[in-house]
């Protein structure tokens, strides 16, 4: 019953919003399953997913503003997704001295 109101309540643009955001947001995943996999990052730009994620808080910060559930739970999982290929890059791209010293 709880199901059936849900869809009764979304619109077809929020059906088109759920959509979006699951395509866009699964399509980090491998990438992120990637970086972790190989320990390596060297290919992905730091200046890149910085204003990517830059823009990810400003897309929430909209999704608040007009009140879209489809905008602001995707990119509070795209975020969250976008952050940790951030991180992994910084972890991997250490050199090898740098994180000897530092594991001490």
Known sequence: MAQEAL?????????????AGTLTTIAFVPQLVKVWRSKSAKDISYVMFILFIAGIILWEIYGWGI???PVILFNVITFILGLAILILKFVFDRPADEAT???K
């Open 7 to 19: 869809m009764d309540s979304l619109s077809s643009m929020d059906v088109l919003g759920l959509i």
């Open 67 to 69: 009140h879209s559930m």
């Open 101 to 103: 010293e530092t594991s």
